[in-house]
């Protein structure tokens, strides 16, 4: 009796399968081909065509991976270029509703097949698969069978402790990837705006004031005007806080002081780093729209050259910092040509980079294409580090959130004497105004 019940499911099955197939109901690999053909991918010469040949075909509990060996004459970027092509092809309607042996082996035989068929047509409808490509020697296609979630919530995220800051949600695993500021000290952010470069920022600042409140130090440069920072500005652990270039160019100047100060001391005990000397401090210089600092957007020479001080330190700040415990995030909504100084670019291995314009805008964040396809979806973005790039959906935190967790750190600061003064100038400056004003000290924000 068993056997003939299995017997009928199994009969019943190939049956099924063979009709969805004489359908048109291919394969993703079938599928893939085809898009390939269609989307102009295959290479011609003269009476050959040559296309990209299938390797390896892995399968995951999230979906397949294919590998192919792509023709000459054709780069990774042509395929980067169809993504969208791709994915839209393997959710064609039509297309998308294919069956496979896991599902038809699935099938309740105790349970009436039409319902049960039905069912199983409604989820085919409804499921929406993504694309990932990526090339090491191969064309790497991964093909997921859910969509990554649109929303991570920040209270949600596990805290991994030490220097590690959570970068977000990835599809292998529905698993939350860290990012160790000890292992990979400096940091490149961008994307266009409300796309969650911001709200990455202030997950940084709260995250690492939650894990490391009695430790870490801050720099904060906010070059937009002081609306992403100056919820932090009266924090104890903020060291500097900077609104203007003229600022800016302070602060920086007093961390490379420090951070040659450091260095000396560590020299004369005779340890390499602060990990040996047994240092806990370590210094956030978090700057938001480096882009402000670029010394080719200068109205003036004197301005050029005030950002090409800032840009020095900045450099000193990357090249020099990592071992002495200074950690660099430079961001900015506008990566176009230089805006990031090179020095800087090339001692961060870790870069984090929204949805952009253009592919231009993408190769200034991540030296490749790809940000400019990502969907639009806030806090979706591209990670990636010197072996390793993977798209992420980065937890959002709430406003009240951040504000829950920043007042138990805020003090009444007294205010510096020559930063009331340089306030003063600034002013002058802005209304033509000169003359002297009394000499004043102001206690209280």
Request: aromatic residues 8%.
């Given at each position: 009796?068993?056997?003939?019940?299995?017997?009928?499911?199994?009969?019943?099955?190939?049956?099924?399968?063979?009709?969805?197939?004489?359908?048109?109901?291919?394969?993703?690999?079938?599928?893939?081909?085809?898009?390939?053909?269609?989307?102009?991918?295959?290479?011609?010469?003269?009476?050959?065509?040559?296309?990209?040949?299938?390797?390896?075909?892995?399968?995951?509990?999230?979906?397949?991976?294919?590998?192919?060996?792509?023709?000459?004459?054709?780069?990774?970027?042509?395929?980067?270029?169809?993504?969208?092509?791709?994915?839209?092809?393997?959710?064609?309607?039509?297309?998308?509703?294919?069956?496979?042996?896991?599902?038809?082996?699935?099938?309740d035989r105790a349970r009436p097949l039409i319902p049960q068929i039905k069912e199983l047509l409604q989820k085919k409808k409804s499921a929406q698969k993504e694309v990932?490509?990526?090339?090491?020697?191969?064309?790497?296609?991964?093909?997921?069978?859910?969509?990554?979630?649109?929303?991570?919530?920040?209270?949600?995220?596990?805290?991994?402790?030490?220097?590690?800051?959570?970068?977000?949600?990835?599809?292998?695993?529905?698993?939350?990837?860290?990012?160790?500021?000890?292992?990979?000290?400096?940091?490149?952010?961008?994307?266009?705006?409300?796309?969650?470069?911001?709200?990455?920022?202030?997950?940084?600042?709260?995250?690492?004031?939650?894990?490391?409140?009695?430790?870490?130090?801050?720099?904060?440069?906010?070059?937009?005007?002081?609306?992403?920072?100056?919820?932090?500005?009266?924090?104890?652990?903020?060291?500097?806080?900077?609104?203007?270039?003229?600022?800016?160019?302070?602060?920086?100047?007093?961390?490379?002081?420090?951070?040659?100060?450091?260095?000396?001391?560590?020299?004369?005990?005779?340890?390499?780093?602060?990990?040996?000397?047994?240092?806990?401090?370590?210094?956030?210089?978090?700057?938001?729209?480096?882009?402000?600092?670029?010394?080719?957007?200068?109205?003036?020479?004197?301005?050029?050259?005030?950002?090409?001080?800032?840009?020095?330190?900045?450099?000193?700040?990357?090249?020099?910092?990592?071992?002495?415990?200074?950690?660099?995030?430079?961001?900015?909504?506008?990566?176009?040509?230089?805006?990031?100084?090179?020095?800087?670019?090339?001692?961060?291995?870790?870069?984090?980079?929204?949805?952009?314009?253009?592919?231009?805008?993408?190769?200034?964040?991540?030296?490749?294409?790809?940000?400019?396809?990502?969907?639009?979806?806030?806090?979706?973005?591209?990670?990636?580090?010197?072996?390793?790039?993977?798209?992420?959906?980065?937890?959002?935190?709430?406003?009240?959130?951040?504000?829950?967790?920043?007042?138990?750190?805020?003090?009444?600061?007294?205010?510096?004497?020559?930063?009331?003064?340089?306030?003063n100038s600034k002013a002058d400056r802005a209304t033509g105004a000169n003359t002297p004003q009394p000499r004043q000290i102001r206690f209280f924000e």
């Open positions: 009796m068993l056997l003939e019940i299995v017997s009928s499911a199994l009969f019943g099955g190939v049956a099924l399968y063979a009709h969805l197939r004489q359908s048109g109901v291919s394969n993703d690999s079938e599928k893939l081909n085809k898009i390939f053909s269609l989307t102009g991918l295959n290479v011609r010469d003269k009476d050959k065509t040559y296309t990209a040949q299938l390797v390896k075909k892995v399968n995951h509990s999230w979906g397949t991976e294919y590998r192919y060996r792509i023709p000459l004459g054709r780069s990774f970027e042509d395929y980067q270029a169809k993504l969208n092509h791709i994915q839209d092809g393997l959710n064609n309607r039509k297309t998308a509703m294919q069956f496979t042996w896991a599902d038809i082996m699935a099938l990932e490509l990526s090339y090491d020697g191969l064309l790497k296609v991964k093909v997921y069978n859910r969509p990554l979630p649109a929303l991570v919530r920040y209270e949600d995220v596990p805290a991994p402790g030490g220097w590690s800051v959570p970068v977000g949600q990835i599809r292998e695993g529905n698993t939350i990837i860290q990012h160790d500021f000890e292992q990979i000290p400096h940091i490149v952010v961008g994307g266009a705006t409300r796309y969650g470069k911001s709200n990455f920022l202030n997950l940084v600042i709260t995250y690492l004031l939650q894990q490391q409140a009695g430790n870490v130090r801050f720099t904060l440069i906010d070059l937009k005007g002081g609306v992403e920072f100056s919820e932090y500005r009266n924090i104890r652990q903020v060291a500097h806080y900077a609104e203007e270039p003229e600022e800016a160019e302070k602060a920086l100047q007093e961390l490379v002081e420090d951070m040659r100060g450091k260095q000396s001391a560590l020299k004369q005990n005779g340890v390499r780093n602060v990990q040996e000397a047994g240092d806990s401090i370590r210094h956030f210089i978090i700057i938001d729209e480096v882009g402000e600092l670029n010394p080719d957007e200068a109205v003036t020479k004197e301005e050029r050259a005030l950002k090409e001080r800032c840009q020095t330190y900045m450099s000193q700040i990357a090249r020099l910092g990592a071992g002495l415990g200074y950690r660099l995030i430079l961001a900015t909504q506008y990566p176009t040509g230089d805006v990031i100084p090179r020095a800087c670019k090339q001692n961060s291995d870790a870069k984090l980079c929204f949805r952009v314009q253009t592919a231009t805008a993408s190769r200034v964040v991540l030296d490749e294409t790809g940000a400019e396809l990502l969907p639009e979806i806030r806090g979706r973005a591209i990670f990636q580090t010197a072996d390793k790039r993977q798209i992420v959906q980065t937890p959002f935190i709430e406003p009240q959130t951040i504000r829950q967790i920043v007042k138990p750190h805020i003090v009444i600061k007294a205010r510096k004497e020559h930063d009331y003064a340089d306030r």
